[in-house]
């Protein structure tokens, strides 16, 4: 009865309960998550932008947390709750590569609060409905590696004085060398050289294209620049400016208003805070179109947000207030003219004390998602919209002759 009994509880116990008594190596859960990265990968959403970042976030805290289980003695844990898109297979499909839709995908969130690679990987492909039969096999092997690891396959074992004598290399030395050795990146880069030589190479006429629509854009609308919010791919960029280029061949008119400008493809359309055109590449034409239709109305905001600007400067000791878009986010000028005007009407109001001219020749950047000011290591003030006057006026005066030594240093 007790052998029965013990029968039973082991007939009982999933699957997944015997996995996880066996251990991963890091590349054994890459390998184990490879159906998970094929469904997620950004780079298979460049159709999808906003799925796209999701994917590329996510993917970050994941690796973050993989790497966290696999130093020693890491024991301080927070769940990580993450969001992927994935993308859907199709249900007679013999082709991994041909098994997904082109535009198909779901949503799904999972929070992940294990403490081993092994479970970690089976909660992952659980939650993405992925199959987890291949992970069996990768600890079984993952365990028959290290064993054979452990125990050289050598019929005799020698003296090392036998080594030393005869000039032989010894092979269980060796061994442990080549365990001792860690990847580094100058290995990475040799390792992966030949590959990245013949990826150059064959995106070469692409990039050549890109470069060619890009001259004659501007060329023909005599832009300043054009950029990209984002890193998409270069088909993808191809892609966009022949969109342009349809427009302006269908409406030339509307973009005589564009001399000198800059155009930057991002994730909507409008004016940027520095000026720049902004054409969303999820946008038709219709509202490319109105956006250059626009440009006169723009000029005129342009023209009142350099007043409050000044406006701004002269109540504090003539500090000058810029827009520096690699240090903040990405807005439209109606956002930033907002945001300047709520920033103007509190300090009228509080009627800081700053003698005029005093803080001339310094500079400072308004920011909406900060709650304390900081002084920048190039030398201009970071200061927050819903800063209280009384700390701004402190941390000004405090700060004004480190941030006069910081201009300096950026300038030499």
């Not at 040799?190 to 854009?217: G, T, Y």
């Amino acid at each position: 009865t007790f052998y029965y009994f013990i029968r039973l509880c082991l007939e009982k116990i999933p699957l997944q309960c015997i996995l996880q008594s066996r251990t991963l190596s890091g590349a054994d859960a890459i390998n184990a998550l490879r159906p998970f990265y094929f469904a997620v990968h950004p780079d298979f959403f460049g159709q999808h932008p906003k799925e796209r970042e999701v994917n590329e976030n996510s993917l970050k805290r994941l690796n973050g947390y993989l790497e966290n289980l696999q130093k020693p003695g890491f024991r301080s844990f927070k769940p990580t709750q993450l969001t992927f898109y994935v993308r859907e297979r199709e249900p007679n499909s013999s082709n991994v590569q041909e098994s997904f839709s082109a535009s198909g995908f779901r949503a799904v969130s999972f929070t992940l609060h294990t403490r081993d690679l092994l479970s970690t990987v089976l909660d992952i492909l659980n939650s993405c409905s992925l199959s987890t039969e291949h992970v069996q096999s990768l600890s079984v092997n993952s365990q028959a590696h290290k064993e054979a690891k452990s125990t050289l396959n050598r019929p005799i074992k020698w003296d090392k004085t036998y080594y030393s004598f005869t000039g032989f290399r010894d092979p269980e030395e060796e061994l442990e060398q080549a365990q001792r050795v860690e990847t580094t990146l100058i290995s990475w880069l040799d390792d992966n050289e030949a590959s990245a030589v013949k990826k150059l190479k064959k995106s070469l006429p692409l990039r050549k294209e890109l470069e060619r629509l890009k001259f004659e854009l501007c060329h023909q609308l005599q832009l300043s620049d054009i950029r990209w919010q984002r890193s998409w791919g270069i088909a993808h960029r191809c892609s966009q400016l022949h969109s342009l280029g349809r427009l302006v061949q269908q409406r030339p008119e509307v973009l005589k208003n564009v001399k000198g400008r800059t155009v930057v493809f991002t994730d909507r359309s409008g004016m940027s805070a520095a000026g720049h055109i902004m054409l969303g590449t999820m946008d038709v034409h219709h509202h490319w179109t109105k956006i250059f239709e626009r440009l006169p109305n723009y000029s005129k905001l342009q023209k009142r947000l350099l007043f409050l600007e000044d406006r701004i400067s002269q109540l504090l000791g003539g500090i000058q207030v810029i827009y520096v878009e690699e240090l903040q986010p990405l807005l439209t000028l109606e956002e930033y003219y907002e945001t300047l005007d709520s920033f103007y009407n509190k300090l009228r109001d509080s009627r800081l004390p700053f003698h005029p001219r005093s803080l001339r020749g310094l500079q400072m950047i308004l920011e909406s998602d900060r709650y304390a000011p900081s002084l920048h290591e190039f030398g201009h003030f970071m200061i927050p919209t819903v800063c209280d006057p009384a700390t701004l006026q402190w941390f000004i005066f405090a700060k004004a002759q480190e941030a006069r030594e910081n201009l300096k240093r950026k300038e030499e």
